[in-house]
């Protein structure tokens, strides 16, 4: 029903009509303890409340740039809303190298995108932190949906934008994909060559986590009860009945709630990283409905990942990442040139907005040498 091992979530936001409880739904399909089992295998992942250690700054600003509010049409004439960041005092005759920046799922431009675009655009690059379709101030009808082309689309869509700026050079765009837009921005690279070099940090390959949980963990037969329920509620909403929501972070820790969920919780949940996104409301943030949230189940991001190449690939993710068997994945299946970075010490979140462990340097370092 709701996608519980994607996030592990453990209890109903405060919001209207959201998915069941991680205990209703292990109930529901029979899984056991063990499907989790993953979770209990990075302790290090563990948060307090508003941990803002390591520099953590999700809401960095800078004297040495300048931020403006753009827009712009996908070829879905879908409006995607962007932070458009750029070096202040740029020689109006010197054409810059431009990237793309995505968020993390469920997240907004303000959660850790326009953090990295800030950063970048202190380097020299004229950067694009973006808001995908479906969320933030980007349009999409319904909130909160789950369409992998459309976000990909958005990538390119943003290309479309940078590269007909008088300000950008067209043939020096790379991109940089957060968490889930990892694997989006690879979607997006596979057919379009004008994304020049790509970098992911912290990525989820959305499809392989919704059909086999972290560390394959979720059975064929769980993923087949899980469509079947999704596929259910379309009956009920298309009968008018009130929308649901999948898994997402929680809005209370309790005793039990696992290190993955604090984490997640330590950023989405406290100042520390809380935004209330346009045309939704806090208690749906990181909450994709539950109906649309299958389609992931069709996406492959990583099939024929190799023909990007000989174009740059660039994986970063921690070395305590829950999520780093998605990057290792990518850069295996991935051809030259393509390098895998560790940051030691540091978790999924981490490398969210923590200014200490996030390597910025690396990430200026490879766009320079590859957008030069």
């Not at 209990?40 to 563990?46: E, I, R, T, V």
């Not at 995505?102 to 970048?120: D, F």
């Amino acid at each position: 029903m709701t996608n519980i091992f994607l996030f592990g979530a453990d209890s109903e936001p405060d919001g209207p009509a959201v998915g069941v409880t991680r205990r209703g739904m292990l109930e529901w399909t029979g899984a056991s303890v063990a499907a989790l089992g993953t979770l209990a295998l990075f302790p290090s992942s563990s948060a307090k409340a508003q941990d803002m250690s390591n520099d953590a700054d999700n809401f960095y600003t800078s004297n040495r740039v300048t931020r403006e509010k753009v827009t712009f049409d996908t070829q879905y004439r879908m409006q995607v809303a962007g932070n458009l960041i750029l070096p202040k005092n740029s020689p109006s005759a010197v054409k810059l190298p431009a990237l793309v920046v995505g968020h993390p799922m469920g997240a907004v431009k303000e959660q850790s995108a326009t953090l990295y675009a800030t950063k970048m655009a202190e380097m020299g690059f004229a950067a694009l932190a973006i808001d995908l379709p479906f969320w933030g101030e980007s349009e999409g009808a319904a909130r909160q949906i789950v369409s992998p082309d459309v976000y990909a689309e958005a990538f390119s869509a943003a290309v479309d934008f940078l590269g007909t700026r008088a300000f950008v050079d067209r043939d020096r765009i790379g991109g940089i994909g957060i968490c889930g837009s990892g694997s989006f921005i690879i979607s997006a690279a596979k057919i379009d060559p004008r994304l020049r070099a790509i970098a992911t940090v912290s990525m989820y390959d959305m499809g392989s986590a919704n059909r086999d949980a972290l560390n394959k963990s979720l059975s064929v037969e769980q993923r087949k009860q899980i469509i079947a329920a999704a596929a259910e509620q379309r009956y009920a909403e298309f009968a008018g009945g009130a929308t649901r929501y999948t898994g997402g972070t929680v809005h209370a820790l309790s005793a039990d709630t696992d290190p993955i969920q604090r984490e997640f919780y330590d950023f989405y949940r406290t100042p520390r990283g809380m935004v209330t996104p346009a045309s939704s409301t806090p208690e749906l943030t990181t909450h994709p409905t539950l109906t649309s949230n299958t389609k992931f189940m069709n996406f492959y991001p990583f099939n024929d990942i190799e023909t990007i190449s000989p174009r740059p690939l660039l994986f970063i993710t921690g070395d305590q990442a829950h999520s780093r068997e998605f990057s290792e994945d990518a850069y295996n299946r991935a051809a030259e040139p393509k390098e895998l970075h560790w940051v030691a010490g540091a978790g999924h979140v981490d490398l969210y907005d923590r200014t200490a462990l996030i390597p910025f340097e690396k990430l200026g370092g490879f766009f320079r040498q590859h957008l030069a």
